[in-house]
């Protein structure tokens, strides 16, 4: 924290020495292309990007045709760098029937991440909230067989069990399926295993006043074990200090298809940070905007599925970790009218004042805010490994996430060209100052 009132002088001083940020653009025609990409990586052609009819491995392939377009230098070959994973799909039959009435997947219900597979019908049994409080209660849940019954507890009261003993949790696995009822909306994720029964989420207000009395669930689950997908990996070579290393990142995974309708766009998760390292690339590429430093720009793979192809990069890196100077890793860039958060911006407090300082000279956002540490995207594993890094994400409407309404369509893309130019002149003063931790 000290000496934060000089730095500030000094980072002027560099600033004044800089070029102008190169406007993204005023122009239409670069955020025309921004819109283009970002259209492109969340339609249905690649299947939400995850790991049903390959959309993971189509979108990493059209990466890796845009870093050769762009005059990339790959790291690996055809820029891919693969590893496997295991994760639960849901590729087929999805479907979820009472009294008549036919739900919807991805708007009325999903999946749960671990949900098995299975063509299921029974009578419901609404589960006792009694049981939290009560112990005779508790004991009659307990002798109250479930194997022929559909078990349908809210979120908060499934949250809750786990807080029991755990006969509890271990009773409620042996139901003929599961259902949790939620508010507000449905949020995805993804497993790498897959549980006995099947387990849908279904939001509160699609569930009937009265309970129904007989529910039919059809889950097609595929467990995709050892699979394999790939991080996309180029870099361009400094002009004065090649072995010196700038390092974007932005993950291009998604959750992918639910059943055989519905998929998950990930239009701001993440084929705007997507995009954002694209533009990125593209301008550092230009000969008269060669850097001094080398940078690198890593796509990872298998974010959403915990961290999977950062992680893999930091076990197995392509660049030495101790050459990168700084990592700006970046996800949900497609909102920003509130501003921007950058997560490990109470930790790095030197490069977050540069920041602070480039943002009010330039005016390009309404606001920044710093976070202490979070695992909650793939700058993690490097700040583990030692690497300074940032996480920067716009915040803003709509906030739709994880959900099957997050689509280009209504992605406002409000403060991408302020965070564009922020992360320019970031990366330019990174290169032209000292190391900043
Ligand atoms: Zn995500």
């Known amino acids: 924290m000290t000496g934060s009132a000089t730095f500030r002088l000094a980072a002027l001083g560099l600033l004044l020495s800089l070029p102008l940020a190169e406007p993204?653009?005023?122009?239409?025609?670069?955020?025309?292309?921004?819109?283009?990409?970002?259209?492109?990586?969340?339609s249905p052609a690649l299947h939400g990007r995850g790991y049903v009819q390959g959309g993971a491995n189509k979108a990493a392939r059209l990466l890796a045709q845009r870093f050769a377009q762009i005059g990339l230098i790959p790291l690996a070959p055809d820029f891919r760098q693969p590893f496997p994973l295991t994760v639960n799909t849901f590729p087929g039959k999805l479907s979820?029937?009472?009294?008549?009435?036919?739900?919807?997947?991805?708007?009325?219900f999903?999946?749960?991440?671990?949900?098995?597979?299975?063509?299921?019908?029974?009578?419901?049994?609404?589960?006792?909230?009694?049981?939290f409080s009560n112990e005779a209660a508790g004991r009659r849940f307990l002798q109250q067989p479930l194997q022929n019954h559909v078990l349908v507890l809210r979120q908060r009261d499934a949250e809750r069990l786990r807080t029991l003993p755990e006969v509890f949790m271990r009773h409620v696995a042996t139901a003929r399926a599961r259902i949790t009822l939620v508010p507000?909306?449905?949020?995805?994720?993804?497993?790498?295993?897959?549980?006995?029964?099947?387990?849908?989420?279904?939001?509160?207000?699609?569930?009937p006043q009265t309970a129904p009395r007989q529910i039919a669930i059809t889950v097609e689950a595929v467990l995709a074990a050892n699979y394999t997908t790939q991080n996309v990996i180029g870099y361009l070579r400094g002009t004065a200090q090649p072995d010196s290393f700038l390092v974007v990142t932005a993950h291009y995974d998604h959750l992918g298809r639910m059943g055989k309708r519905a998929y998950f766009p990930g239009a701001n998760d993440n084929a705007s940070g997507t995009a954002m390292l694209l533009e990125l690339a593209e301008h550092f590429a230009k000969p008269e905007n060669r850097p001094a430093y080398s940078i690198a720009f890593l796509a990872f793979g298998a974010e959403e599925?915990?961290?999977?192809?950062?992680?893999?990069?930091?076990?197995?890196?392509?660049?030495?970790?101790?050459?990168?100077?700084?990592?700006?890793?970046?996800?949900?860039?497609?909102t920003g009218q509130d501003g921007a958060t950058v997560v490990n911006g109470r930790i790095h407090e030197r490069a977050y004042q540069q920041l602070v300082q480039l943002n009010e000279t330039g005016r390009y956002l309404p606001a920044l805010a710093a976070r202490g540490r979070s695992a909650n995207s793939d700058h993690a594993p490097f700040s583990e490994a030692g690497v300074p890094a940032f996480f920067l994400y716009l915040r803003g409407q709509p906030t739709f996430y994880h959900d099957v309404l997050d689509r280009s369509e209504t992605l406002p893309l409000t403060g991408f060209p302020g965070i564009y130019k922020l992360l320019l002149d970031f990366l330019r003063l990174q290169g032209a100052s000292s190391p900043s931790k």
Request: no cysteine; hydrophobic share 40%.
């Open 24 to 42: 993204l653009t005023a122009s239409a025609q670069d955020l025309d292309r921004v819109r283009r990409t970002i259209n492109q990586l969340s």
């Open 96 to 108: 979820l029937r009472f009294d008549g009435q036919q739900l919807r997947p991805g708007h009325d």
């Open 110 to 131: 999903i999946a749960e991440p671990e949900s098995g597979g299975g063509k299921v019908s029974g009578p419901v049994a609404l589960f006792d909230t009694l049981i």
């Open 184 to 207: 507000n909306k449905l949020t995805a994720s993804l497993a790498d295993y897959q549980a006995t029964q099947p387990q849908l989420q279904v939001l509160a207000e699609r569930w």
């Open 305 to 334: 599925a915990g961290l999977i192809g950062s992680r893999y990069f930091v076990q197995h890196p392509l660049i030495p970790l101790a050459q990168i100077r700084f990592l700006l890793n970046l996800d949900l860039e497609g």
